[in-house]
């Protein structure tokens, strides 16, 4: 099985700052990755798949670059809307695997 | 609109079982790859299985963790996709999501329900 190594597991960052967030595959995913973001008491989000490409809807300052078993989320200028937990999921194969989580706050 | 609404969840003793119901709306169901996907109280997200579409004959995989325990299976006339639980754990304690997959996206997710396993 696929393990997905997601850091850091937390961060609390200012209004305006650019947030990334890591996670390294055990293996070769082949861009088989997307990034999700949770609210409380809420359904994961999808906002990034194929590793690269941004779910409709998404605000633009949200981009996702990688390749190989290493990638990246990045938020360009934090907004309070942005906090959360974020998750990766890597799909390359079965049984598909979540990355542990960032939880972003604001400082 | 594309919705997604589970049902079936509650509290159940180590052992039982339990049948959660996922009704499907907005969409071709047939076409689509349904997925089930369960996140324990403060922890990510656990991939469950996945029950192809009418192209691909509607075959499963499931994770190894839950293989042989959980089976899930659709209703493709009524839209609704299932998930059988059995020989419960309390670590099988989560909210329970299912999903929608194509493609490389797990684009639309239901609200959840909640199974508690405990006596």
């Known amino acids: 099985d696929i393990q997905m190594t997601q850091s850091p597991s937390s961060m609390s960052v200012s209004l305006g700052d650019r947030v990334t967030i890591t996670c390294r595959a055990s293996?070769?995913?082949?861009?088989?990755l997307s990034w999700f973001q949770q609210k409380p008491e809420r359904s994961p989000k999808l906002m990034i798949f194929?590793?690269?490409n941004l779910e409709a809807g998404v605000p633009s300052r949200f981009s996702g670059s990688g390749s190989g078993s290493d990638y990246s989320l990045t938020i360009n200028s934090l907004e309070s809307e942005d906090t959360g937990i974020y998750f990766c999921l890597q799909h390359k194969e079965y049984p598909f695997s979540f990355g542990s989580g960032t939880k972003v706050e604001i400082k | 609109e594309v919705n997604l609404l589970e049902s079936g969840g509650g509290l159940v003793q180590p052992g039982g079982s339990l049948r959660l119901s996922c009704a499907a709306s907005?969409?071709?169901?047939?076409?689509?790859?349904m997925t089930w996907i369960r996140q324990p109280p403060g922890k990510a997200p656990e991939w469950l299985g996945v029950i192809r579409n009418k192209g691909n004959a509607y075959t499963t995989e499931y994770n190894p963790s839950v293989e042989g325990r959980f089976t899930i299976s659709r209703d493709n006339t009524q839209n609704i996709l299932y998930l059988q639980l059995n020989t419960l754990r309390p670590e099988d304690t989560a909210i329970y999501y299912c999903?929608?997959?194509?493609?490389?996206?797990?684009?639309?997710w239901g609200q959840g329900t909640s199974v508690t396993v405990s006596s």
């Open positions: 194929g590793a690269t």
């Open positions: 999903v929608r997959y194509q493609f490389g996206r797990l684009d639309a």
């Open positions: 293996q070769d995913i082949g861009k088989f």
């Open positions: 907005g969409f071709t169901f047939t076409d689509f790859y």
